[in-house]
């Protein structure tokens, strides 16, 4: 009787095993992630692929067919010289982005790093651009900033005569006008990352330094910039390499002048695709895409190296 029973239970306790390792597969976590995968496939993805694809064919609104030229873009854009010119202001602009975001988000991160209740009205203050338009700060900052705009009708109250300065006017500073605008925009995000690795800090090593007598100068350039070298090197990487794909500030206050001290390539590539030049704006952003990945992995492994060495 024993004997004849024990086949029937091991073969239910077997099928209920099955039961519940196909239950616990149905319900695992991983289901949860197929949406976001999928959107992600279709509007990013496969965006990209195309992306390259359509770098190396003669695509254009001029045309019905499309056919397969080789690298003749990229050399067209080459001999063209506004790739290189509008690199070279790419690059010079995500480094004024990269110093002016990171000495603004520190600043505040110092002034603001006691947990009052002024101090915290202040932090969600400076965080309000990070979340607003890009396009919205662009406007209302060429709105400030022309000849007869509010800054020159402030200054002009002050000084008591006219002030009607081109401020988005100069070939040569411009430029700089524009990243202080980015930085402007994104600074709240950084300093909400250095008051985050402030907060890291033990108190105990900053009571010592005191105790030995440094003042809160020394404290900071000898204790706390170095513990804040992983901040460091995410608000510079993210900044850097994030201005690298500008956009919207510099068209919304510029639209890439004056003559074209301030044109991106991410300007240049829009310009080029209104025109119904298609392959070479997708040439242009699959070199832009490339200068990104190149410059990313130098700038994190320096950064990362100082981390080690702090």
């Excluded at 990269?98 to 505040?108: E, M, S, T």
């Excluded at 979340?131 to 406007?139: D, F, K, P, R, W």
Aim: proline share 4%; charged share 15%; net charge positive.
């Amino acid at each position: 009787m024993t004997s004849t029973l024990l086949p029937t239970r091991r073969k239910n306790l077997g099928s209920d095993s099955r039961l519940a390792n196909a239950r616990s597969r149905q319900d695992h976590p991983a289901w949860f992630l197929w949406p976001a995968l999928t959107v992600l496939g279709i509007f990013f993805f496969t965006p990209t692929i195309y992306n390259f694809v359509y770098a190396f064919t003669d695509w254009s609104g001029y045309k019905s067919e499309i056919g397969f030229v080789g690298f003749d873009n990229f050399v067209k854009l080459l001999q063209n010289g506004s790739l290189v010119a509008d690199l070279r202001i790419t690059l010079i602009y995500a480094v004024l982005v990269a110093i002016f975001q990171n000495v603004f988000g520190l600043a505040l991160a110092l002034i603001l790093e006691r947990d009052t209740r002024i101090n915290r009205f202040a932090r969600a203050a400076f965080f309000v651009p990070v979340i607003m338009s890009a396009l919205a700060v662009g406007y209302v900052f060429q709105a400030i900033l022309k000849p007869e705009g509010v800054l020159n009708n402030v200054l002009s109250t002050i000084t008591g005569s006219e002030v009607s300065i081109p401020w988005l006017g100069s070939t040569t500073w411009t430029i700089v006008v524009v990243a202080i605008i980015h930085a402007w925009k994104w600074m709240g995000l950084s300093m909400l990352i250095y008051l985050a690795g402030l907060k890291t800090i033990n108190e105990e090593i900053i009571e010592a330094g005191q105790l030995d007598g440094a003042n809160y100068w020394r404290i900071f350039k000898a204790v706390r910039w170095p513990l804040l070298a992983p901040a460091v090197t995410f608000n510079f990487a993210t900044a850097l390499l994030g201005s690298m794909n500008g956009f919207d500030i510099v068209q919304a206050t510029t639209g890439g002048g004056p003559g074209g001290s301030t044109e991106l390539l991410n300007i240049f590539i829009f310009r080029t695709f209104g025109q119904g030049l298609f392959a070479q704006a997708t040439a242009m952003s699959l070199v832009l895409f490339l200068v990104v990945a190149l410059l990313a992995f130098p700038v994190i492994i320096i950064l990362r190296r100082r981390e080690r060495v702090l």
